[in-house]
Every structure is written in structure tokens, then in C-alpha cells.
């Protein structure tokens, strides 16, 4: 989809809508990808006990009214205090609307962060830019602080706490490195190599999760559990990727310990969500 910008109060609703169904068709394309590694896929849970394939596609729906708020609010605007507490307004009332829709369930968190932080950069920069400068609008307002952001800790944020490593803060404040850097990237090699669709984007995943410091394992798996991801992951790419009988086997091994170990690439799905959120809306780049 190709957007072009847009100025009038009509065509700005009108960009809005889009993203706002991008973003949710993101998340539904993210979840009904198989087979992911310890990630609710066509398959059934992985190593969840209380989340569901229908559970996740219900969460995404509830969120498209939220995206349509942030890209309404961020049109055209600078990264300022006043649209990041904004934007920290409607995400945590996205959060609400989506755990009245799951009766409780954090299904989709972290990509009210990621996804709403996007959609909110590529509306700032009137809906035409490359992925580049969409996520370095976003880390602008990422890097902004929000004096009515609640002082509650996540498990997420425990984790970066524990273990010192970088959470899903820091890759937003940086502009996205491993979508930028890692997912999109290689979702262009494998296609260009004559993988499917959905290999690609596995193999996109992969990528993330070869260096993500995913809180999600950590909570669920600690160090060792980060560490058999990331191995895992990086055997399925070096093997030449899903779309090869090695790399099948490959991932075949990471799912298995994955679900063994209880772990679960919570992380490396939201940011895969976001990837295939930017590929969808953005620019070749130069």
C-alpha cells in the first residue's frame, strides 16, 4: 500500500483508517504465522497456557480503534512533550479497551508500544517516508518522557532490570535496530530468494530473535533460555532459512525447546508485528 500525503482534516481520517487496519492486520498476519517457536500459531498455544489463536485475533481487533486515534492525534505533528503524553494517553486506554476484550489476558502490551509508537511516526511525517525515518520519528517521541505514565513495574521491564540488558524501551528509543537493521532486511533476502511469503517472515522473526534481548524469554526462561533462542535462531538462518529442509530442522529444534523450556519470543513477535506493519506502508528505501 502506497500512501501519499495528505493535508485536509477528511484525507487525514482517511490515512488514519489505513494504518489503523494495517497495524491490526499486522497483528493477525503475526499471529496465524506457523510455525513459530514457542509462539501461539495455526498450530494451537506454544508454551502458553491462557492465550489462544482466537484470543489473539480478538486483542488485535480491539486495538484498531486506538491506532486510528494516535495516527488521527500524531498527523502532522512535531515530537513534543504534549504529543507524547498524548500518545502515552491513548496507548494506555488501548491497553484497557484490549483487556476488557481478552477478560484480563496481556495478549498484546508490548505491541501497543511498538506498533503505536510506529503508527504515530509515520502519521507525523504525513503518512510517505521510508522505514528509516518512520522509526526515527517514533524514537523521537520514544525518547521524550511522560509525566502521567504510571510508575507500576512490568515483568518486562523487571527483567531488563535484573539482567541489564536492553528492553523494548531502549529498542524504540534507538529506532528500531532490529527492524530496521535485522527483520526487514532479511524479509527482502528471503523473498528475493524465492521463499514464500510466510517462510520470509519467519525467517524475518528469526532474525530478531537472533540478538533481541527478549524480556519475554528471560521472565519465563532466564539467561539460558535468551541463550537457546538466540542459538536456535541464528542455526535456522546460517542454514539457509526455513525454506531449506536443514533449516526446517532447524526450527523444528528451537520450537522444541522453546516449548520445553517454557519460553516464549513474546518480544520477537511484537517487533515482527511492527516489521510487517512498516513493509507494508513504507517507501523503497533510496
Known sequence: MMIQPQRSPQQAETLALRLAERATAALIDEARLTPKPGLV???????????????????????????????LHSWLRPADIALRQQVGEL????EAQMMAATQGVNTHRGAIWALGL????VAMLGGRATAQAICHSAAALANLPDDRAPRSFSKGLRAT???RVPGAREEAQQAFPH????????????RAAGATEAEARIDALMAIMTSLSDTCVLSRAGLPGLQAMQQGALQVLTAGGCGTPEGRQALARL??????????PGGAADLLAATLFLDGICLPTD
Open 161 to 163: 532490570q535484573r539482567y
Open 179 to 190: 527492524i530496521a537493521r535485522l527483520a526487514l532486511p532479511q524479509l527482502h533476502r528471503s
Open 255 to 264: 520450537d522444541a525447546d522453546m516449548l520445553q523450556m517454557n519460553a516464549s
Open 41 to 71: 500459531d495455526g498450530r494451537g498455544s506454544g508454551a502458553h497456557q491462557d492465550l489462544t489463536l482466537a484470543l489473539m485475533e480478538r486483542s488485535a481487533y480491539s486495538l484498531q480503534p486506538t491506532f486510528y486515534a494516535l495516527a
Open 91 to 94: 496507548g494506555r486506554t488501548g
Open 118 to 121: 510506529l503508527v504515530s511516526g
